[in-house]
């Protein structure tokens, strides 16, 4: 349930497998086993107040009460009677967190809760009107060369890979994911099969426009780095070593804003460890599914304002040996547009 984060090897008690809960006596019998479990957990990390809670929140990286919170998601889901192996346990919690927690991943719905994210957003480093940044991480595996077609997983750094999209917001939390393609998709091509993509090409979303200046008027966006096409909606920076002074300013405060994106895709891997690294011949149909869950745990921990995020690091090197992909694609009026806010921020800035 938790994340993978055991620095050391502890000895499994064997009350708690779920082989052991699920059968035996008639107390493991229960369709309670679930209860058992979870409290089981916390009580094996519980030997002192102090010492315990430390304990518990660096194995899990959430409080108790966030863990106690994700419990009674799974709760009902979790207590069918069952007699299975660790690994169906683990996707009957997936599934329960897929079905209960997805709440949790959504993109804002009313007018006041978008109002919020662009109004932090410009608190960053003053751009008006964003709602979020986009970024792509490799979800890389190790393949069977049995499989068919494993070519089409191969991404351009030659790894087996599962690349996933998210939308994040400026306190770090997803707005949009879209993950289940293979590594063969870029960034720039990605984007295009996302249900994100066509509400926005279609105008239900990233609609609403403010005004500049008697001149200008600016419709709401995301921000990406240069592995996106530049679009009406999706803002990315400036291509060239030779740029004007306005235009260097501009990708400084896109770089500065967008960074939460990847401090947002960072602690993802760094705390669900299931994502992170290669994963061993892992299930393509299922593993959106786990990617999925693991970003509605990331949101939930942040919903929960969970003390723990505190003392987490802040990193935003979330794909270790990916280097920098530049797509030429750029829309005309998006060009236009981004240039009237490049010349609106400098008149900001030297009025």
Request: hydrophobic share 35%; glycine share 4%.
């Given at each position: 349930m938790g994340p993978i984060r055991v620095h050391k090897k502890r000895k499994v008690d064997k009350k708690m497998e779920p082989s052991n809960i699920a059968s035996g006596s008639s107390e493991e019998a229960s369709a309670d086993w679930f209860d058992a479990l979870a409290k089981k957990i916390a009580s094996n990390l519980n030997s002192s107040p102090s010492k315990g809670l430390d304990s518990f929140e660096s194995m899990f990286n959430m409080s108790r009460k966030t863990f106690e919170y994700v419990c009674s998601l799974a709760r009902e889901h979790m207590m069918v009677k069952t007699h299975c192996a660790f690994s169906n346990v683990t996707w009957r919690f997936v599934e329960a967190i897929e079905r209960k927690g997805i709440q949790h991943i959504r993109w804002p719905s009313t007018e006041n809760e978008l109002m919020e994210i662009k109004s932090k957003f410009e608190q960053i480093r003053g751009l008006p009107n964003c709602c979020g940044a986009i970024d792509t991480t490799h979800i890389v595996m190790l393949l069977s060369t049995s499989e068919p077609r494993t070519d089409v997983w191969l991404d351009s750094k030659e790894n087996h890979s599962m690349p996933l999209q998210a939308i994040v917001g400026p306190n770090m939390k997803f707005l949009d994911v879209f993950s289940g393609l293979p590594g063969m998709f870029s960034e720039s091509s990605l984007i295009r099969y996302s249900s994100f993509y066509n509400k926005c090409q279609n105008g239900e979303r990233l609609g609403k426009k403010v005004r500049l200046s008697e001149e200008a008027e600016l419709q709401e966006y995301i921000i990406g780095d240069s592995a996106y096409p530049l679009l009406p909606w999706l803002l990315t920076p400036y291509q060239g070593k030779e740029l004007s002074q306005t235009k260097a300013d501009f990708n400084k405060r896109l770089f500065a804003t967008h960074i939460v994106a990847q401090r947002a895709l960072a602690r993802l891997k760094d705390v669900w460890k299931i994502i992170n690294g290669v994963m061993w011949r892992p299930d393509k149909h299922k593993l959106p599914r786990f990617i999925l869950v693991c970003c509605i745990l990331?949101?939930?921990?942040?919903?929960?304002?969970?003390?723990?995020?505190?003392?987490?690091?802040?990193s935003h090197h979330h794909?270790?040996?990916?280097?920098?992909?530049?797509?030429?694609?750029?829309?005309?009026?998006?060009?236009?547009?981004?240039?009237k806010l490049t010349l609106y921020l400098s008149e900001r800035r030297h009025p």
């Amino acid at each position: 349930m938790g994340p993978i984060r055991v620095h050391k090897k502890r000895k499994v008690d064997k009350k708690m497998e779920p082989s052991n809960i699920a059968s035996g006596s008639s107390e493991e019998a229960s369709a309670d086993w679930f209860d058992a479990l979870a409290k089981k957990i916390a009580s094996n990390l519980n030997s002192s107040p102090s010492k315990g809670l430390d304990s518990f929140e660096s194995m899990f990286n959430m409080s108790r009460k966030t863990f106690e919170y994700v419990c009674s998601l799974a709760r009902e889901h979790m207590m069918v009677k069952t007699h299975c192996a660790f690994s169906n346990v683990t996707w009957r919690f997936v599934e329960a967190i897929e079905r209960k927690g997805i709440q949790h991943i959504r993109w804002p719905s009313t007018e006041n809760e978008l109002m919020e994210i662009k109004s932090k957003f410009e608190q960053i480093r003053g751009l008006p009107n964003c709602c979020g940044a986009i970024d792509t991480t490799h979800i890389v595996m190790l393949l069977s060369t049995s499989e068919p077609r494993t070519d089409v997983w191969l991404d351009s750094k030659e790894n087996h890979s599962m690349p996933l999209q998210a939308i994040v917001g400026p306190n770090m939390k997803f707005l949009d994911v879209f993950s289940g393609l293979p590594g063969m998709f870029s960034e720039s091509s990605l984007i295009r099969y996302s249900s994100f993509y066509n509400k926005c090409q279609n105008g239900e979303r990233l609609g609403k426009k403010v005004r500049l200046s008697e001149e200008a008027e600016l419709q709401e966006y995301i921000i990406g780095d240069s592995a996106y096409p530049l679009l009406p909606w999706l803002l990315t920076p400036y291509q060239g070593k030779e740029l004007s002074q306005t235009k260097a300013d501009f990708n400084k405060r896109l770089f500065a804003t967008h960074i939460v994106a990847q401090r947002a895709l960072a602690r993802l891997k760094d705390v669900w460890k299931i994502i992170n690294g290669v994963m061993w011949r892992p299930d393509k149909h299922k593993l959106p599914r786990f990617i999925l869950v693991c970003c509605i745990l990331h949101n939930i921990i942040i919903d929960m304002e969970d003390e723990v995020l505190d003392d987490m690091p802040l990193s935003h090197h979330h794909d270790p040996g990916y280097g920098q992909v530049v797509c030429n694609s750029a829309d005309e009026t998006a060009s236009v547009l981004r240039d009237k806010l490049t010349l609106y921020l400098s008149e900001r800035r030297h009025p």
